[in-house]
């Protein structure tokens, strides 16, 4: 995963209804440690006829999508088992009336306490928004709106644009402010804009409408508002740049003294905005897309600030649902749940409770979760792979063909720069000067939310601090950090399927390898490789590489832009282009540092259950990307999601590399077969 430059503060919420406390009992079975096995495979398949179902296909038919899943695969699976192991630290930690307060056993015990309260949640209602409701029904100007949007920011409500805290991708030893565009209630400005999204946008308006009823409105005033929001949203989303070109960090950076922002959106109270964020001595900030504000300083012109009034309600109400009452969480996961991604139930609410803890007070859930269920061992054996992964890469930048000696040296200046974490922070964040109370979950949710906007904006103007991690140690992911030439990887994502010390090298190169590798290739794919070693946004290729890394590039776009996801909707090619660049620099380079440890220890070259050392490396990151979907999830990430369905990343990489024909026997007239002039060499 490639973490952009900019880091936005107002993050996504979770789904919830309402659910019964369940605590985890040894009678209680742990979910099954996903690992590697032959028996995924359907042998009945030839693997150069279609090596997925080759591979995957028995694993495909045992394994349907859970009723309380939008998508499953081997990364649900061993999140699945993660949130097994949270359960109980949280069930404990709610349960342990001795901790002192100010704890992490208590911060986290009582946050988890407090949201499995559904009793405590229904006597409220929606009272908890009243005094939000109030400040908007006070508005006596667009002025007074914006300073009204700095709190409603800082408090997890989503409205209007996006703002954060990142480095500055021109300075990156220096925090910078940023403001982009934002605003929307669907997932993508296409759900607005485009026919096949048409009933998902008229589902939206019932739902809006539906929501405001439930908050009190007459069912007419209800529909009469759902219209003036989703116009709004729709003249916002017109406004907005497509996923594709927000890819363009290049296009998507214009810095601006605070000074010429009234001069340039003379409608937007954006000084005053800035001052209520506590940023009023600010010189400059970056603005992502100026044209989606200029486009935003006429609407607010044009419309009447009774609209901005409703609109204003819809987003608290909106961002508060999940966190209030089981009528207003149950609507909320009807339409977000069901409706945009087909999830017919819900996650118990444990899980969901857990979710938002972890959102919240990551590093403190973490903290428990590392000291538990994250072996030094691992640690240890992670920072040896990655040393073997960067000693490949650097030897293939020092040797490819298509690179000009200077652009190559700075290419190497930077990969001498580069840095990784493993685990979780030598650090854990300090969160006790949130207030937690075991009644007020959505009160929790917002004070966490305040306290890390607070955090962040105190670094606007100060120097980056390098030690920070942006996922928590849960997490099954991994991330690569332009600013910073550097990669992480939580304990979470250091388990079966990914990292198994029970298995041979083979299976670990062709799983944790390959996403040691994909990492590593983000620096050098169509994004990152415009970040320079000091992590600065900045032309360093000549123009000769940089056309010869398009035109190698142009081919990965070509090849993905063929799969077809769904009957007729196909893969966007440019919109993952820098996912389907690393997924194919990281097999190439894990496979050579597989055939060095073979080289290195010749013993290990010999035959697992009847496959060879080059084929179970295969098979092994394809059964990474096993996946099941419901339909309009898939449509719904084919259109929103920089990353290849699992499916095509199952595949994708191995087509373009000579040495996967040759392990399988695959020869031209295959189906799997992808002719030599078209196969992708990037890195």
Not at 241 to 258: C, E, G, L, Q, W
Not at 294 to 309: F, I, S, T, Y
Not at 470 to 480: I, Q
Not at 625 to 649: C, K, M, V, Y
């Amino acid at each position: 995963m490639n973490i952009p430059n900019r880091l936005i503060l107002i993050t996504a919420t979770a789904t919830f209804a309402l659910g019964q406390l369940h605590s985890v009992t040894a009678a209680d079975s742990p979910p099954n440690v996903p690992r590697f096995s032959i028996s995924y495979m359907d042998k009945t398949v030839a693997p150069g006829a279609d090596f997925y179902r080759y591979a995957c296909g028995t694993w495909l038919k045992d394994n349907p999508v859970p009723a309380d899943k939008s998508r499953w695969g081997g990364f649900g699976e061993l999140q699945e088992r993660n949130w097994y192991l949270l359960h109980q630290i949280l069930d404990e930690s709610a349960a342990d009336k001795t901790a002192p307060a100010k704890s992490v056993v208590r911060e986290v015990g009582d946050f988890y306490a407090a949201a499995m309260d559904t009793n405590r949640l229904e006597q409220l209602g929606f009272q908890p928004l009243e005094p939000a409701f109030a400040q908007i029904a006070a508005l006596q100007s667009t002025t007074e709106m914006f300073q009204l949007l700095a709190e409603l920011h800082g408090r997890t409500v989503r409205s209007t644009f996006s703002a954060g805290v990142s480095a500055d991708a021109k300075n990156s030893a220096v925090n910078a402010f940023e403001m982009g565009q934002g605003g929307l209630g669907l997932p993508d400005r296409e759900y607005y804009l485009a026919d096949s999204f048409a009933d998902k946008l008229k589902e939206y308006g019932k739902h809006i409408a539906k929501m405001l009823t439930l908050a009190g409105a007459t069912p007419e005033s209800a529909a009469a508002d759902a219209k003036t929001i989703v116009s709004l949203e729709t003249a916002l989303a017109k406004a907005s740049k497509s996923r594709t070109d927000m890819r363009d960090p290049i296009a998507n950076y214009h810095k601006f003294t605070v000074a010429e922002l009234g001069g340039k959106y003379p409608d937007l109270a954006l000084k005053q905005y800035l001052t209520a964020s506590g940023l009023g001595e600010m010189p400059d900030l970056i603005i992502g897309q100026p044209e989606f504000f200029a486009a935003l300083d006429q609407l607010v012109k044009e419309r009447p600030l009774g609209e901005w009034k409703t609109y204003l309600r819809w987003n608290v109400l909106r961002s508060a649902a999940p966190f209030l009452h089981a009528a207003a969480e149950r609507e909320s996961f009807a339409f977000y749940g069901t409706v945009l991604s087909g999830q017919p139930a819900q996650e118990p609410r444990w899980q969901r409770a857990a979710k938002v803890v972890d959102g919240r007070l990551g590093e403190a859930l973490g903290q428990l979760f590392v000291t538990r269920h994250f072996p030094p061992a691992a640690r240890v054996r992670m920072t040896e792979l990655i040393g073997n992964l960067k000693e490949v890469f650097q030897d293939r930048l020092k040797k490819v063909d298509w690179m000009t000696e200077e652009t190559r040296a700075k290419a190497l200046a930077k990969f001498d720069r580069f840095t990784q974490k493993i685990g979780h922070p030598a650090q854990f964040r300090d969160y006790t000067s949130i207030e937690i109370r075991p009644d007020d979950y959505l009160g929790n949710v917002q004070r966490a939310s305040r306290f890390e906007t607070k955090r962040e904006l105190a670094q606007v103007g100060k120097p980056v601090d390098k030690t920070e991690w942006h996922m928590t140690p849960p997490t099954v992911n991994a991330y690569f950090n332009p600013s910073q030439n550097e990669i992480v990887f939580p304990a979470g994502i250091l388990q079966p399927p990914f990292f198994d010390v029970e298995m041979d090298d083979a299976v670990n190169y062709g799983a944790i390898g390959v996403v040691i590798g994909h990492e590593i290739t983000h620096g050098y794919d169509d994004e990152g490789r415009k970040f320079d070693a000091e992590g600065n946004l900045k032309e360093w290729w000549t123009e000769a590489d940089a056309k010869a890394f398009e035109s190698r590039a142009q081919k990965v776009v070509e090849q993905y832009s063929a799969y077809e996801a769904l009957p007729g909707l196909f893969v966007n090619g440019r919109l993952t282009l820098g996912e389907n660049l690393a997924d194919l620099g990281g097999t190439s380079i894990a496979y050579e540092a597989l055939q060095r440890a073979l080289t290195k220890d010749p013993a290990k070259r010999k035959a697992i259950d009847g496959f060879t050392p080059e084929q179970r490396f295969f098979l092994s990151l394809s059964q990474l990307w096993r996946t099941q979907w419901r339909t309009a999830e898939l449509r719904n990430r084919i259109t929103t999601d920089p990353h290849s369905p699992g499916q095509f990343r199952a595949v994708g990489p191995h087509v373009n590399m000579a040495e996967f024909y040759e392990a399988f026997g695959i020869k031209e007239g295959d189906a799997m077969w992808r002719k030599p002039e078209l196969r992708a060499k990037v890195w």
